[in-house]
């Protein structure tokens, strides 16, 4: 089941290799020609799509690899370090984009209009690119791929991006201002720049065994009370693993209690947890007896969620 799933988002990324292959050369292409920076900025952030897409398919057959010997949490975090070298990449892309506009902008003598069969490239991108966001998001959600859901979501702010170049375009045209085609490259650029930001932060956040959330920890710790003879649940960690996450915390118990008894009480935090939080890949539960107490720097205690809500 698992290799047909696999198989599948392959399969829909090929598509999106191939849609955004087309999409990115005709604009390009049509950019040059026409003397639109703006459409050929356009056409280099759907070129930017086509990498985003090929390191899905191979990040995809890295993920499926069971763990070893070396990685025994297997390799749901090369997704994780994808996303950081793809974020660089869009990054050199906004920067290039964003010098050539500032070039054009401080020369406007050399800048002319450009052709109306830019206006119609673009349309047409739009077009393409809302046909590919609504694959990619209907696949995501089948094949509960996180991967394809967030490309559909990429694909959906480029939408946007060729809607304000279409715009740009025909305020161009129309009142004969070719320097509105090279502030809208511009603000693309930024757009570009900004997307390569966000995607560092939330690599950043990953690798860093963040959690940004303090939602889920308070729910966790309602679980865990709920649980009986659990006392002081302490120490919360949360960190992500890809799409799932790693759960690691403390407890106190009756110190007379046996083996037995303490491992039955973890076992059923884990299944409490389990049924009521999505994407948990494994549960750590340290026992310890009542009053325990311990020099402990890390992890959460419920006091500290509270302060994160405020």
Do not use: C
Request: avoid cysteine; charge should be neutral; hydrophobic fraction near 45%.
């Amino acid at each position: 089941m698992e290799k047909k799933r696999i198989q599948k988002i392959v399969k829909a990324s090929w598509v999106a290799v191939i849609g955004n292959s087309l999409l990115a050369f005709s604009k390009i292409v049509i950019g040059v020609i026409s003397g639109s920076m703006a459409v050929l900025a356009d056409g280099i952030d759907s070129a930017s799509d086509i990498i985003t897409s090929l390191i899905t398919l191979i990040t995809g057959k890295i993920i499926s690899k069971p763990p070893n010997v070396k990685y025994p949490y297997g390799y749901s975090r090369a997704d994780t370090i994808a996303a950081k070298f793809l974020s660089f990449i869009i990054f050199f892309a906004g920067a290039q984009l964003a010098i050539s506009s500032m070039e054009k902008l401080v020369n406007p003598v050399e800048l002319e209009l450009p052709s109306q069969i830019a206006i119609y490239v673009t349309g047409f991108s739009i077009i393409g690119k809302l046909l590919l966001a609504r694959y990619l998001k209907i696949r995501g959600k089948r094949l509960n791929s996180l991967m394809l859901s967030a490309n559909a979501k990429n694909m959906q702010n480029d939408v946007l991006i060729s809607v304000s170049v279409l715009i740009g375009l025909l305020f161009t045209i129309y009142f004969k201002l070719p320097i509105l085609d090279s502030i809208t490259a511009l603000f693309v650029s930024i757009w570009i720049l900004k997307v390569s930001y966000e995607i560092f932060g939330k690599t950043n956040e990953e690798l860093m065994d963040g959690n940004s959330d303090p939602q889920i920890y308070k729910r966790i710790f309602q679980i865990v009370t709920k649980v009986n003879h659990v006392f002081n649940p302490h120490r919360l960690r949360i960190r992500r693993l890809g799409n799932l996450s790693i759960v690691e915390m403390d407890i106190e118990v009756d110190a007379n209690m046996t083996v037995r008894e303490s491992h039955d009480i973890a076992m059923s935090i884990e299944k409490a947890i389990r049924e009521e939080v999505p994407n948990i890949y494994d549960i750590l539960i340290h026992i310890e007896p009542l009053g325990n107490e311990e020099d402990e720097r890390f992890g959460l205690n419920e006091n500290d969620v509270k302060k994160l809500e405020n």
